[in-house]
């Protein structure tokens, strides 16, 4: 595999089901993020990893829970989640922190709560 | 406030036409600039990037955007476009002082055959 994958492509849960969600980018970077992108609506940040050191919370309620167990691996554990939460979220990657470091994105997990 | 503005939210194109797409921005500092593209079921990939120089940048696919101060935009350009191409399309802004990035709503390209 090359680039950033994530796991599962598609999940559908319940409001009171826990589940994961798994990112791993093959690229040798060092930041990697997860953002929530919703229709017609800007990407929004949720969390950030550098050096596996979480450098960003954006606000984000509680229900989601960020784990970055090495430079390679995101992880995002759902729990007691809400219709609203349904959207593609997606893990992202880059080099450096830095504004101008791209970043690579993996396809996005398609999240569906029931 | 920062913000980015992609105010067409769908646009439509024959195959072979030219291309436009807008982007408008509210930024405090000298912005960094980047248009990304996001093909069906993939994630986003970048299409080319402006820090400084040359206010004319050239990317992957044929894109290509202008940089104009004065107008706080950096629209995204091709001469013709292929099937392709559609695909939805962001617009960033970021800056040296600050990685995160404030992303446009997107725009939806639909190509006529």
């Known amino acids: 595999e090359t680039g950033v994958t994530q796991t599962p492509r598609h999940l559908v849960m319940g409001m009171t089901n826990k589940k994961s969600l798994k990112c791993e980018q093959h690229l040798g970077h060092n930041a990697m993020y997860w953002y929530k992108q919703s229709a017609k609506k800007p990407l929004e940040l949720m969390f950030v990893y550098n050096f596996k050191e979480q450098t960003e919370n954006n606000s984000v309620p509680s229900r989601f829970s960020p784990e970055c167990p090495n430079s390679s691996h995101l992880f995002l554990h759902l729990h007691t989640l809400q219709p609203e939460d349904s959207a593609l979220y997606l893990c992202a990657s880059s080099l450096r922190l830095a504004a101008d470091n791209e970043q690579f994105f993996g396809p996005g997990t398609r999240l569906t709560v029931l | 406030a920062q913000s980015v503005t992609q105010p067409d939210i769908h646009i439509t194109v024959s195959e072979g036409a030219s291309l436009e797409l807008r982007c408008n921005y509210s930024?405090?500092?000298?912005?960094?600039l980047f248009w990304y593209v996001q093909s069906p079921g993939q994630g986003l990939q970048l299409l080319l990037k402006y820090f400084s120089g040359d206010t004319l940048v050239q990317g992957i696919k044929g894109f290509e955007a202008e940089f104009k101060r004065s107008q706080s935009s950096f629209n995204l350009r091709k001469p013709s476009v292929h099937w392709s191409d559609a695909a939805e399309y962001f617009c960033?802004?970021?800056?040296?002082?600050?990685?995160?990035?404030?992303w446009g709503a997107g725009t939806k390209l639909i190509i006529k055959p």
């Open positions: 930024y405090g500092a000298t912005p960094y």
């Open positions: 960033a802004v970021g800056a040296q002082s600050n990685y995160q990035l404030i």
